[in-house]
């Protein structure tokens, strides 16, 4: 029987991340849930990014949306972030709405969607820090109330690095799954011709705003756990340029429209990126982003389908050329 | 909140100022575009670079802000040109989110750069211009500003001139319009990019000294100044010439009236909602998407 390395090596890859917390130490805990955190952004990213072909640069947007609608929540009525994540999805799930309609509409692509993804998110910086409900630039707390499984706030690292081990297992699974299926094959007939897709009957203007909403929740989530994780937000750390450099570097590191690429790219970079920051952190501030920039530069002129695209293109030499 | 006619006439007055200004940082980023459709994200940090250059001149070597026009531009053409001929080049025939991603990189690399060798802190630099104001009745034009006004709009109207009028600027707009037809005319077309990539940059150094008398350098300074320009050529019609010199004063006014009548930094709210309405009823931008 022929071993489908597709289904096993993820398995075993599960079993060894789900393994580690006996054995790790609880800064290897917070690098591997930095790392998991990235990877999921990262593939969340690349549903729109590199499936759909559209590339967000600002879906920090996102990623404010729900940080900020579960802590808010919270901290007004008590709300669980375990329902108001269910809430931040919903926002943001509207707001992707309403930026895919807008943009895709009239036909606004390629850069002019980077434009207009970069321009709502710093608005929303500058909205945020406005607005003193939102606790303006001073940002808002997670008040801790001390370990209590049912408001999402936990003693140690242990319970966020499994939270976080299972979304990014879902959200891969999913991924892969679904890039199989109508749906997939869809969004990649929208990214390589749209005429064609168009005249084949596929609504291209509902696949794109489909897979903007799909990548907008996902990213949204991404955001509620972020928030619990680091148990403070402000508008700079969640909508700013950061996190949004961030979810497209893994991604196209990694390989875009590829299941496994945006994993493999926060897998890594961020130790790496977290190496730099601690032990150059102090001198030398922006150690870790001028990595990325160096990485991105030389990724776009070498590499542009990144490490899965480079491995496919030499598997496929290996076998003889045949496409 | 009382709205004096003399706050809103003064901040109008302040408006067209700095949106000359804006007008002339953005027209380089619309100048790239139209000539071989990529945007430089790395746009605001070009900018920033030549801020520190005119700092370090004006504060460490004493030069009169306005001199250091001389250096400024020039160097912003040569690192205009020595970026675009080392990474853009070779990936033009790329898809386009390549290239924007490299100059997303390239932004990360100048901005970090410039936090390792100067630290994030904010510099500042008081020359004899600073203080000089002109009055009007009861509105106050500040000479620094007035001056980074027309220079602004000097700078424009010489690129226009130049892009109208000569020869190699035919050959600018012939490139923009069809490269093969270009090169079918004996236009050397990289040479063309590399030229276009050049002055598009070196506008930054012009803008960078204009605007040294009265404004900040730091090493996040470009991020503002970036989407500003990213704000005002999709207002204008990227690849418009004149419709970004319109652009650029609408957002210096959205901007300073913005800011005279809403509390905090709720201006820069307006702009951006300025903006998604221009998308909304106009998305090919205020004057249409036609190339200058």
Redesign the interface.
């Given at each position: 029987m022929k071993l489908r390395w597709n289904v096993v090596a993820p398995l075993a890859l599960l079993v060894v991340l789900a393994g580690l917390p006996l054995f790790a130490t609880e800064y290897m805990l917070h690098i591997g849930v930095l790392v998991l955190l990235a990877a999921y952004l990262a593939t969340g990213w690349n549903i729109l990014g590199g499936y759909a072909?559209q590339?967000s640069?600002g879906h920090s947007l996102f990623l404010g949306i729900g940080a900020y609608t579960s802590t808010y929540l919270f901290a007004q009525i008590g709300l669980t972030p375990w329902i108001g994540m269910w809430v931040g999805a919903l926002f943001a799930a509207i707001v992707g709405w309403f930026v895919g309609y807008?943009?895709f509409r009239?036909g606004?692509r390629?850069?002019?969607f980077?434009?207009?993804t970069?321009?709502?998110a710093?608005?929303m910086v500058?909205?945020v820090?406005?607005l003193n409900a939102l606790g303006g630039a001073e940002g808002l707390d997670v008040r801790w109330v001390g370990h209590n499984p049912a408001l999402m706030q936990f003693e140690g690292k242990t319970a966020y690095y499994y939270i976080i081990l299972i979304m990014t297992a879902l959200l891969l699974f999913g991924v892969q799954r679904y890039s199989r299926r109508r749906f997939g094959y869809q969004m990649i007939a929208v990214r390589e011709n749209e005429d064609a897709a168009e005249a084949l009957g596929v609504d291209t203007l509902a696949v794109r705003i489909r897979a903007l909403v799909i990548s907008a929740v996902v990213t949204a989530l991404g955001g509620v756990f972020f928030a619990q994780y680091y148990t403070y937000i402000n508008p700079r750390n969640v909508f700013g340029?950061g996190p949004s450099?961030q979810m497209?570097l893994f991604a196209?590191v990694g390989g875009l429209g590829t299941v496994w690429g945006p994993a493999i790219g926060a897998i890594l970079l961020v130790p790496i990126a977290e190496f730099a920051r601690s032990s150059l952190g102090n001198t030398?501030?922006?150690?870790h982003?001028?990595l990325?920039?160096?990485?991105?530069?030389l990724v776009?002129?070498f590499m542009?389908n990144g490490i899965v695209g480079l491995v496919q293109t030499l598997e496929r030499r290996r076998r003889g050329g045949r496409a | 909140m009382t709205f004096s006619p003399e706050l809103i006439a003064q901040s109008i007055i302040t408006g067209i100022m700095i949106g000359g200004v804006f007008a002339l940082i953005s027209v380089g980023l619309s100048l790239i575009w139209g000539v071989m459709r990529i945007i430089n994200f790395a746009h605001g940090e070009f900018l920033m670079v030549a801020m520190y250059i005119a700092y370090f001149l004006v504060a460490r070597g004493g030069w009169d802000p306005y001199a250091t026009l001389l250096v400024t531009t020039p160097a912003l053409f040569l690192l205009g040109a020595l970026i675009f001929r080392g990474t853009i080049r070779p990936i033009l025939g790329h898809p386009s989110m390549n290239q924007i991603m490299l100059t997303v990189g390239l932004s990360l690399i100048l901005q970090n750069l410039a936090l390792v060798f100067f630290k994030a802190d904010v510099l500042t630099t008081r020359t004899e211009y600073t203080r000089m104001i002109l009055s009007i009745g009861p509105v106050i034009i500040r000479v620094p500003q007035l001056i980074a006004f027309i220079g602004s709009a000097l700078t424009a109207f010489l690129l226009y001139w130049y892009l109208q009028r000569t020869d190699t600027g035919r050959a600018i707009r012939a490139a923009a319009q069809n490269k093969q037809a270009a090169t079918l005319m004996g236009v050397d077309v990289q040479r063309i990019y590399l030229l276009a990539f050049g002055i598009g940059s070196a506008t930054l150094g012009v803008a960078a000294s204009l605007m040294i008398s009265f404004y900040y350098t730091s090493p996040t300074v470009g991020l503002f100044f970036g989407l500003i320009a990213y704000v005002v050529v999709v207002l204008g019609g990227l690849g418009n010439f004149l419709g970004t010199l319109v652009a650029g004063l609408i957002i210096g006014l959205t901007e300073s009236v913005g800011a005279a009548i809403l509390p905090g930094s709720l201006s820069r709210v307006l702009t951006f909602a300025l903006f998604i309405l221009v998308l909304l009823f106009r998305p090919q931008g205020l004057f249409g998407g036609k190339r200058a």
């Open positions: 072909g590339h640069l807008l943009c009239y606004l390629g850069p002019y980077a434009l207009v970069i321009a709502l710093e608005a500058y909205l820090t406005n340029e450099v497209l196209i030398f501030s922006g150690a982003l001028l990325y920039g160096v990485v991105l530069v776009m002129l542009p | -």
